[in-house]
């Protein structure tokens, strides 16, 4: 027993602004933007808005993993969106996403630029767009897409579940860590046991789905995310830790994780992307970092 069971629920909730907790400065229960101000916009046909937490992540490695297969057509500016400073509620930044969140991208190479928002509809927006890492065939590219949709559902518990109250709540709850641990470890053990038979998500090939997977539970296994490696003995799920090792060595994930990231090793952080040669001068202001 502890304070939290005596709880008992207003009739109609209202809005405490300091509840407390990580967020507690930027979430709020109504959309749309407080301020005004427009997005800066680069050189390059694909205009990214984010930050580099697994969502964002996403979207970065997608756009080197297309860079170095030679699209040239994703050459991309990776705006940084300072979420913890509440940038995702300026009026540019909701124009793009009136979800208030990263990642949000523009591409400004059709007749009239045309916004994508929510990072899974990214990821099939660009595979469509320049016809990669997605399987043509139907039953991978059915494969594929079923693991993109079930990692977009699935992350939530992960993130908003487990890591909000095992990480950010202001003090350690024991029902919700319990109830959001125990669905953390069901989803490593379906990604375990699916990886047995399948070296990818959607089988022998690397797809977005792996791509969409990768910055969640792959960083879960490395204990880039939350410091619950141990907690959840990740090292116990063989085939996901040997999946997530084989991507992490890839080349294009490598500078794909390091963008638009504001936490971590100085070194694994570029703040901006404008260039490809920015990976090699990492020149960049260090407000936040
Ligand atoms: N379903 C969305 C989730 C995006 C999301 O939750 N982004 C977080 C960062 S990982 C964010 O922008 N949070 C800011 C906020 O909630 O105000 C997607 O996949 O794009």
């Known amino acids: ?21 990580t967020f507690a400065s930027t ?31 996403k979207v970065t490695i997608m756009l080197e993993e297309l860079l170095a297969i030679g699209v040239s057509g994703a050459e991309y500016d990776a705006w940084l969106i300072r979420i913890h400073e509440g940038d995702q509620f300026g009026s540019g930044f ?48 059915t494969e594929c897409i079923n693991w993109l949709f079930w990692l977009m559902g699935s992350a939530p518990y992960l993130g908003g579940g487990f ?3 095992y990480n950010y709540a202001p003090f350690k ?34 797809s977005i789905a792996d791509i969409a997977t990768w910055p969640w539970y792959g960083s879960l296994v490395l204990n880039a ?10 090292a116990s799920y063989k085939n996901l830790n040997r999946w997530t090792n084989e991507i992490a060595a890839r080349e294009a994930v490598k500078r794909g994780r390091i963008v638009n990231r504001t936490r971590g090793p100085l ?9 490809a ?11 936040g970092a």
């Open 1 to 21: 027993m502890n304070e939290q069971t005596l709880y008992t629920p207003a009739k109609v909730w209202k809005w405490e602004k300091e509840n407390g907790g």
């Open 27 to 57: 979430n709020r229960p109504i959309a749309g933007a407080t301020f005004d101000k427009e997005l800066p916009i680069g050189t390059h046909p694909l205009q990214l808005y984010s930050m580099g937490t697994p969502n964002g992540q």
């Open 94 to 141: 909701t124009d793009v996403n009136p979800n208030s969140k990263i990642p949000a991208l523009m591409d400004h190479t059709t007749d009239t630029p045309t916004r994508i928002f929510e990072s899974g509809s990214i990821l099939l927006y660009l595979a469509e767009k320049f016809d990669a890492l997605l399987p043509t065939d139907h039953g991978p590219r």
């Open 163 to 165: 890591g909000h109250f």
């Open 173 to 206: 709850m024991e029902y919700p860590i319990d109830r959001f641990a125990m669905e953390a470890k069901r989803q490593m053990d379906v990604l375990d046991r699916h990886l047995e038979d399948n070296r990818y998500l959607a089988g022998d090939d690397y």
């Open 225 to 234: 995310v939350y410091e619950a490696s141990e907690f959840l003995d990740t």
């Open 267 to 275: 070194d694994e952080q570029l703040h901006e992307r404008h260039d």
């Open 277 to 287: 040669r920015d990976f090699e001068t990492k020149t960049q202001d260090k407000i």
